[in-house]
């Protein structure tokens, strides 16, 4: 893996429409334009400039053209992936703006870095170690991806660098509705001040959670419920999930290069999550090579009648995840000439009457004639196309209760590790 940064990326691309700009101070006049005041005239732009708000979309273009005229190819699918086969190897360049991780074989990797500096000015930063906040740890068996200085720097920027660790993101929730420390504002509770960087602290967290800590995932979605007028309870939680960060600022997704395993998903619901509201949560992980590569926990938006109807909702939901995958996947796989996955994916629910009711199809009965057809249409269209495959696990496995539940410290503990997560030293 290689990282290459742009000089002046936006500076490369070429404007499709005519845009006038009003005269720069210090800009030189022309003598014969002296005479008249500078505000009576203004200035064509040939290029795009920082600041324009189609400057980003121009130096895409302006990139893709270069690269697709130089063999490479991208889809629709990934817009910002190209990718080139030889008779030697292949390349893989991930595009961020004007940062390039290009991936491959070593002569096609060098070949693509010359092919890039011939056209434009660029930075070549070695080896990718450090990109977008993201820290890649080689190793002889894998890479480790992890955000440890981001993780201290939270730290620090909330004064929790000293708090002693704790175990678990957050506490085990009470089935006392009345007693649940994430209950809402209640008219008696006195809202946070401004002077509490509440949402300055769920945006910092929520970055942890979609990059590289899918551990405190069920719990920031679940304090930034509350964004609008939390309450000291509220802030609570937040400090908790904080002083859990100190004992795994180093904790990171672990990619072993030896595995066979290919993408797989797991899939769960929490009935009533939300007890004030009646709503369920919908969680789902889908892991390739043993590690998680997406994740998500969502609170539903319908009202779920039964745990049956919530999990339909969230397999439903993970379904559509799926696809999408498969489809990434397979164009790299094909587009450089490796392996092709022909098999159907696997996702894995715990509840067995919800496995049954997708394989066999959606029979209208007294408990299913609530549940919109659409929640079993489709995932079921994808069962007979061979996309997918449900298949029954036990609770205790699902590791897609992590993103449901609040869960005691060794079920925790056991889901975080059977998702790829790993600390530096261990890998």
Not at 267 to 279: C, E, F, I, Q, V
Request: with cysteine; charged share 20%.
């Amino acid at each position: 893996m290689r990282l290459m940064d742009v000089v002046t990326a936006y500076l490369y691309g070429s404007l499709d429409s005519d845009i006038y700009m009003k005269i720069p101070e210090g800009f030189k006049m022309p003598e014969a334009l002296g005479s008249k005041p500078k505000e009576m005239y203004s200035i064509k732009l040939q290029r795009s400039l920082y600041g324009l708000k189609q400057s980003g979309r121009m130096w895409y273009n302006r990139l893709s053209d270069y690269l697709i005229s130089k063999g490479y190819t991208n889809n629709h699918m990934c817009p910002c992936v190209f990718i080139k086969k030889t008779t030697s190897g292949y390349v893989i360049i991930a595009v961020y703006v004007d940062d390039l991780n290009i991936m491959g074989t070593h002569k096609e990797i060098h070949e693509t870095i010359i092919l890039l500096k011939k056209e434009f000015e660029m930075k070549d930063l070695g080896k990718t170690k450090y990109c977008l906040g993201l820290q890649i740890e080689h190793a002889k068996n894998g890479i480790l991806v992890h955000q440890s200085n981001y993780t201290e720097k939270l730290l620090k920027r909330f004064n929790m660098d000293k708090a002693n660790p704790l175990s678990t993101p957050m506490v085990v929730r009470s089935l006392n509705v009345d007693k649940d420390p994430f209950r809402p504002c209640e008219d008696n509770e006195e809202v946070l001040g401004p002077e509490i960087p509440y949402l300055s602290a769920i945006g910092a967290l929520m970055y942890l959670t979609n990059c590289t800590r899918p551990d405190i995932s069920f719990a920031v979605n679940l304090l930034a419920r509350f964004s609008s007028a939390p309450t000291k309870r509220h802030w609570n939680g937040i400090k908790h999930v904080l002083r859990y960060l100190p004992g795994t600022v180093d904790l990171g997704l672990f990619y072993p290069n030896d595995s066979k395993e290919g993408l797989v998903g797991y899939a769960d619901a929490g009935y009533l999550s939300d007890p004030h509201k009646a709503r369920s949560q919908t969680g789902y992980v889908f892991m390739n090579g043993g590690t998680a590569i997406s994740w998500r926990s969502k609170k539903q938006t319908l009202v779920a009648t039964s745990s049956n109807h919530a999990e339909v909702i969230a397999l439903h939901e993970a379904s559509r995840e799926c696809i999408w995958l498969r489809s990434m996947t397979q164009l790299i796989l094909t587009s450089c000439g490796l392996e092709k996955e022909g098999l159907p994916t696997p996702i894995y629910e715990d509840n067995a009457a919800c496995v049954s009711q997708m394989k066999e199809g959606y029979i209208k009965s007294d408990r299913t004639k609530h549940i919109p057809p659409r929640f079993f249409s489709y995932t079921q269209e994808l069962i007979k196309d061979n996309h997918v495959e449900m298949r029954y696990v036990q609770s205790s496995n699902n590791s897609a209760d992590l993103f449901t539940k609040a869960l005691p410290t060794s079920i925790f503990r056991k889901h975080v590790h059977n998702i790829g997560m790993r600390h530096v030293q261990t890998t």
